[in-house]
């Protein structure tokens, strides 16, 4: 019984098998970057960066996860490698995924994909998204359904009164 109120949790809530990252290690990043800014070379704050930008779209917080967003949209205006963009891509499709907005997600994973056809990470995230997306449409459709009918029964009912 229990594994399956698991599974229908799991399909409910749209479990993903994406990591997630805790507040310490968030934290670390922080002071990583605090460092780096003071001390370290270009490379070096650009390094700090990216780690801090992945835990945070990691994050179980949607507060992290949309600071992660805003930091890796900034910084892909000075992103010349393609290696380099393609992570900020991927990242910017987890944290759009984690924060909902599916769409948005399947359009960096796209631009990720043109770059690297064959990233296992980004077809993963990819094929789950389009999953999520049938799955709330089927669910979209559930509803309206039950919606329908409950609307039609109260029409019969309604004239049955009537009659």
């Known amino acids: ?6 599974s229908v949790s799991s399909f409910f809530s749209g479990g993903d098998q994406l990591p997630w990252c805790s507040r310490e290690i968030i934290a670390g990043c ?30 179980r917080q949607p ?14 205006v000075n992103t010349n490698s393609p290696l380099q963009k ?3 891509l991927y990242l910017l499709g987890v944290g759009y995924y984690r924060s909902g907005d599916f769409s948005k997600s399947r359009m960096f ?6 770059i690297a056809p064959d990233w296992r990470q980004a077809l993963s995230l990819k094929k789950a998204i389009e999953e999520r997306i049938t ?12 919606a ?8 019969a009912a309604a004239l049955i009164r009537k009659n």
């Open 30 to 59: 922080e002071k990583e970057v605090a460092e780096a800014a003071n001390d370290a070379s270009e490379e070096a704050k650009s390094e700090s960066i990216m780690r801090l930008s992945w835990a945070l779209v990691h994050s």
């Open 1 to 6: 019984m229990n594994n399956f109120m698991e």
């Open 148 to 155: 329908v009918g409950l609307i039609a029964g109260g029409i």
């Open 109 to 114: 994973l796209e631009q990720c994909l043109q």
């Open 86 to 88: 393609r992570e900020k």
């Open 135 to 146: 799955k709330d449409g089927v669910i979209g459709i559930g509803i309206t359904a039950t």
């Open 63 to 76: 507060d992290d996860v949309q600071r992660g967003i805003a930091m890796l949209e900034a910084s892909m």
